[in-house]
Each structure stands twice: as C-alpha cells, then as structure tokens.
C-alpha cells in the first residue's frame, strides 16, 4: 500500500509542474468585472447542440459567472462584409475586454480545427478592423478555414453597441484572404506572411503616404527586405489592399506598440520553426520516462 501512495505522490507532483498556467482572463473567481462588462460568446449558427456544448467547453465558458451569448450565422457575413449570406457558420469565439493598453491577445483553442488562418493572422485583421485590448477565444467542433471567426466579433461587437467601422471591417476580412490565399498558393508560411504584413503597417505609419505610388513602393521595399517572392498578381492584391487601407484613414500609428508586440511574436515563430516538434517530442519522452519510473517502484 505504501509503495501505492509513493507513486500517486510522484505522479502527480510531477504531473503539476507541466501543467500550463492559464493566461487568459477569469471572471469566476473575482465576480463580474462591471467595468469592462460581461465576456461574450458567439456560437456559429451551424453547430448542433451536442456541437455548441463541446465549443462552451472548449471556450471555458463555465469559468465565468455570467456571459452574455450570442449566435452568428451566414445573414450576418452578409451584412458586415458582404459575404455568402447562405453559408454555413461554425466558428465560435469567446471575447474578455480588458483595459486600455493592454493589447490584443489571439488564442486558438482548436488548432487542428482552424485551418488556414494563424492567430498572428487574426490579430493584424483584427487590429486593421479597429478592435483592440481584448482577449479572443476562437474555437470549432468541426474542421473550417477559420475565416468566419472575424464576422463572430463583429457580432459581439455590434450585439454590445460597440459600432466598428464597416469599411475596416471589409478591408479587415480581405486582408485575410489574401494572407491565406498567398500562404496556400504560394507554399509561404503563415508567419512571415503576417510578418510582411505587419511591417508594411509600420512603414505606413512611419511614412504616412500620400499617394498610390508611394504605398507601391512600401510593399516592395518590404517584400525585398523579407526575401519574399510574389506573383505579379499577388503583388499587386497587397498593393490595391493597402491603398484601401490609405483611403479609410486608418491610424496605424496609434496601434504602433502592439504591431511591435506582433512583430517580435513572429521573429520568434520564424527563428524555431522546430520548436514544437521538439516540445512534442519533450512531452512523449517525460511520460515514457515516468512510465518507466513508476514500473520500477511497482517491480
């Protein structure tokens, strides 16, 4: 029996130190927040109840005193971004406001299920569509490209009153295309996709361009500075994508900070591209050892 209590001790010691810490915002333990108001959750309308129950789970709903909820479906692309008003919706997200100054913050809960779009990729679409200092949950039951996850907090956003700009908005959901359309068809990867898009950003607000040709210029000097090559059709999305972006007026210098946060995230995805091979392998090694481990007090 001793020998028993030995192991369950050992396990789960060990087993806590490579638990992760939570890094998101609660509300379950400290009440509700009547400051920054209630978490809100948008369900994709597709999802079945068994479905939606698996996403509040995923989501960690349950960790929160209240919520308020909400359901997106295909009228609502329509109406934000002119969208199929037929399609299918199944991306879900989980919104937490916080505090001026404390940035955006793109989690993923469902890697395998989003498959084109990074959060790298959400963040800068989402700070070109003007939603900053938030964390953002995205998570679905089924396998989708992730696009509609953008339409779901423009509905949490218009459900609170909170009116985006709908300019930004469509700017916000073509930025998207065209940063997954390059990395599928172009073989590029999704971080240094976002990387280009982040640091043309930057260079349009250092230089503040005035005209077409000057934003021509940006995209060019900083896909020579990153060594990316693209299509001449390609390149020229980017440049018709940013001259829109020019026209809305949109102040890039005021999400400076957070464009630096974003681009430093990304040196460090583009520098250990075998980081998570290596993390996976780490984990499947610890618990061979450990199994080995607790053979030899059972032996």
């Known amino acids: 029996m001793k020998k028993w ?19 998101f915002a609660s509300t379950g333990d400290q009440g509700i927040n009547e400051k920054l108001g209630l978490p809100i959750v948008v369900y994709g309308a597709a999802l ?3 479905q939606k129950t698996d996403v509040a789970e995923l989501l960690e709903v349950d960790q929160h005193d209240q919520v308020d909820e909400f359901t997106v479906n295909g009228q609502d692309l329509a109406n934000y971004i002119g969208g199929n008003p037929n399609s299918n919706m199944y991306s879900s997200v989980k919104i937490i406001h916080q505090d001026n100054g404390q940035g955006l913050a793109i989690d993923i809960v469902t890697p395998e299920n989003i498959t084109q779009v990074s959060k790298e990729m959400y963040t800068n679409a989402l700070l070109t569509a003007g939603v900053e200092n938030a964390d953002v949950l995205v998570a679905s039951s089924v396998k989708v490209s992730g696009h509609s996850a953008l339409t779901g ?6 459900a609170k009153g909170v009116k985006l700009d709908e300019g930004r908005m469509k700017v916000a959901s073509d930025e998207l295309d065209i940063a997954t359309d390059i990395a599928e068809e172009q073989g590029i990867d999704q ?8 640091e ?3 260079a349009i607000a250092e230089q503040d361009p005035a005209t077409r040709e000057e934003i021509e210029q940006i995209v060019q000097d900083q896909l020579q500075s990153l060594n990316i090559e693209l299509s001449p059709e390609d390149r020229q999305r980017l440049i018709d994508l940013f001259e829109q972006m020019r026209n809305l007026n949109i102040d ?19 520098n250990d591209d075998g980081f998570w091979n290596s993390v996976t392998n780490g984990v499947r090694d610890f618990f061979r050892s450990l199994s080995n481990f607790i053979n030899s007090l059972l032996n």
Do not use: C, W
């Open 5 to 23: 209590v030995n192991v369950v001790t050992v396990f789960f010691v060990l087993f806590s130190l490579i638990l992760p810490s939570a890094s």
């Open 48 to 50: 079945t109840d068994t």
């Open 200 to 202: 043309i950003k930057k």
């Open 153 to 158: 907090i423009y509905k949490a956003y218009d």
């Open 191 to 198: 971080a240094k996709i976002s990387e280009l898009l982040t």
């Open 252 to 270: 890039f210098d005021q999400v400076r900070n957070q464009l630096n946060d974003l681009t430093g995230s990304l040196q460090d995805l583009i």
